[in-house]
């Protein structure tokens, strides 16, 4: 069965353009060398941008596609992405406290899968370090200007605090926000997210 992430990333344009989420710019835009995991990272575009601020990143991504454009996309920027082959909605699927950050932009996966997804992206980091995502939030339907149609593939806040209340992990920032997006071609106006900072106990 064809994997259909290969079979959107495939063509040779970077779909979601190669600049950072805005999000991941706002929270992270000085250097520094924090050891970081980004999640669903796709073509590469932030992986690429915090790797230029000094980080070291690796990348888990379902597209093998996604990821030969990762590793083109840092070549071409002079800086080092590690690029994992990794289905995210399977319990277990990093290593355990090995990054101080975690980062997951617009990772939607089936409904089934989303559990996984947010254990993944909490247990991978230590005690003390900071989970950030950015996701499409249901009300994103209105809008029709990027992500999935399918709403059980969106999120709501509070499905999002019943995940995370099953951790140690104290919410700095977790809110619907109405915003601008213009990421490629696939992510292009107004937008409905849910932009979380949290940081592990």
Same mark, same amino acid.
């Given at each position: 069965?064809? #994997?259909?992430?290969?079979?959107?990333?495939?063509?040779?344009?970077?779909?979601?353009?190669?600049?950072? #989420?805005?999000?991941?710019?706002?929270?992270?835009?000085?250097?520094? #060398?924090?050891?970081?995991?980004?999640?669903?990272?796709?073509?590469?575009?932030?992986?690429?941008?915090?790797?230029?601020?000094?980080?070291?990143?690796? =990348?888990?991504?379902?597209?093998?596609?996604?990821?030969?454009?990762?590793?083109?996309?840092?070549?071409?920027?002079?800086?080092?992405?590690?690029?994992?082959?990794?289905?995210? =909605? =399977?319990?277990?699927?990093?290593?355990?406290?090995?990054?101080?950050?975690?980062?997951?932009?617009?990772?939607?996966?089936?409904?089934?899968?989303?559990?996984?997804?947010?254990?993944?992206?909490?247990?991978?980091?230590?005690?003390?370090?900071?989970?950030?995502?950015?996701?499409?939030?249901?009300?994103?339907?209105?809008?029709?200007?990027?992500?999935?149609?399918?709403?059980?593939?969106?999120?709501?806040?509070?499905?999002?605090?019943?995940?995370?209340?099953?951790?140690?992990?104290?919410?700095?920032?977790?809110?619907?926000?109405?915003?601008?997006?213009?990421?490629?071609?696939?992510?292009?106006?107004?937008?409905?997210?849910?932009?979380?900072?949290?940081?592990?106990?």
């Amino acid at each position: 069965m064809a #994997n259909p992430w290969d079979e959107r990333f495939k063509e040779e344009g970077y779909i979601y353009g190669v600049e950072p #989420n805005e999000w991941v710019r706002a929270v992270f835009n000085e250097e520094g #060398n924090l050891k970081m995991a980004l999640l669903a990272e796709g073509e590469g575009r932030n992986a690429v941008y915090l790797a230029t601020l000094g980080h070291e990143i690796t =990348t888990f991504d379902y597209s093998r596609e996604a990821i030969e454009k990762t590793k083109r996309l840092a070549a071409s920027k002079g800086v080092e992405v590690t690029a994992n082959l990794q289905d995210l =909605t =399977t319990w277990e699927a990093l290593p355990r406290e090995t990054y101080d950050v975690s980062v997951n932009v617009f990772g939607h996966v089936p409904k089934e899968g989303k559990a996984a997804m947010f254990s993944n992206m909490i247990d991978c980091v230590r005690p003390g370090g900071r989970i950030i995502f950015e996701f499409y939030s249901k009300r994103q339907l209105e809008f029709m200007t990027g992500g999935p149609p399918n709403p059980d593939m969106l999120y709501a806040v509070d499905e999002i605090k019943n995940y995370l209340g099953k951790f140690p992990v104290e919410i700095m920032n977790l809110e619907e926000v109405i915003t601008e997006r213009h990421e490629g071609r696939m992510h292009q106006g107004k937008s409905a997210v849910i932009q979380g900072d949290i940081k592990k106990i």
